[in-house]
């Protein structure tokens, strides 16, 4: 595995020419003419990446799926996530360009406290944002915009622009992937539904003394999701998320088991995976607003 620690040692191990900004670059792909030495090997990068494909037989990045236009691909990665790198013969096949900024461009800024909001950066390959030829040009101007930027002279301003215009490239981002969740609505519907179905199994007493309490990784493991992927598609069509939905689940058992036994609520506790009794009381006080004592005592 080769470690990318810069963006100008992304350029070095690419074959490009030396960047213009030490923080931030865009790569296009006709432009890659790497080392011998990197072909069918894997990168961990240490900077954000976001990728633009339009032909499905480059393995730069992992692969697809399926497609819901044919018009191109944006797939995004966080630091630290490992991409698997094709072969000379299909790299040169690829179409498209890579935006990648390394964290110390952003840190401190409000865009940087705002990157929760942009869940994708931890979906996997297969839940690629597929754009229309609408969107794609939307794109293509911001980020046209961005090389612009940091191709110039830089100024006093030059920073709080680029990140400007890095926040509206993940604003719109994050507007069209609620577009595609829109558009895959009876994939989404069948996911829920198996979603609901694997929730169910997991969630019973004699499931959770053997195997713990049900964890968002293992369900979206499960059915073959990234789990923040998973929690925003949940999230989109039942208002929940992932993480809540069991949380919900977790209540509704022990509920039934305050008020249908006599067990000890301690060895409740124990039956649901909760390690303390306070644990389990504390999440009995967020999810219902009072203490196992008192909800058995109010339903008896």
């Not at 730069?60 to 799926?65: F, H, Q, S, V």
């Not at 968002?216 to 939905?245: F, I, R």
Request: aromatic fraction near 12%; include cysteine; hydrophobic fraction near 35%.
């Amino acid at each position: 595995m080769i470690n990318i620690e810069s963006i100008s040692v992304l350029h070095d191990i690419l074959g490009c020419a030396k960047p213009r900004h030490p923080l931030i670059t865009l790569i296009d792909y006709h432009s890659i003419h790497p080392r011998e030495s990197s072909y069918n090997a894997s990168f961990k990068l240490n900077f954000f990446m976001i990728s633009f494909k339009t032909n499905a037989e480059c393995e730069l990045i992992y692969g697809r799926k399926y497609y819901d236009f044919h018009e191109g691909s944006l797939m995004f990665a966080a630091p630290g996530q490992v991409l698997a790198k094709g072969n000379q013969k299909n790299q040169e096949k690829s179409e498209g360009w890579m935006l990648c900024f390394h964290p110390d461009l952003i840190r401190g800024s409000t865009l940087w406290h705002k990157l929760p909001d942009y869940s994708f950066f931890e979906y996997e390959a297969n839940e690629a944002l597929h754009l229309s030829d609408q969107e794609k040009g939307i794109v293509d101007r911001i980020v046209s915009d961005i090389q612009v930027e940091y191709s110039g002279n830089l100024d006093m301003y030059s920073n709080d622009l680029l990140l400007s215009n890095l926040e509206v490239l993940l604003n719109y981002a994050k507007r069209f992937y609620g577009r595609q969740f829109i558009t895959r609505k009876a994939i989404v519907k069948d996911s829920v539904t198996q979603f609901e179905r694997l929730l169910q199994e997991q969630c019973t007493t004699e499931t959770i003394e053997k195997k713990g309490m049900p964890s968002v990784k293992g369900l979206a493991q499960a059915m073959g999701y990234s789990p923040n992927y998973l929690s925003d598609m949940l999230k989109k069509e039942t208002g929940k998320t992932a993480q809540e939905w069991i949380k919900w689940n977790m209540a509704e058992i022990a509920k039934r088991l305050l008020v249908t036994t006599n067990e000890p609520i301690y060895l409740i506790a124990e039956r649901l995976g909760f390690e303390q009794p306070s644990s389990f009381t504390k999440f009995m006080k967020m999810q219902l607003g009072v203490s196992p004592a008192d909800f058995r005592r109010l339903n008896l």
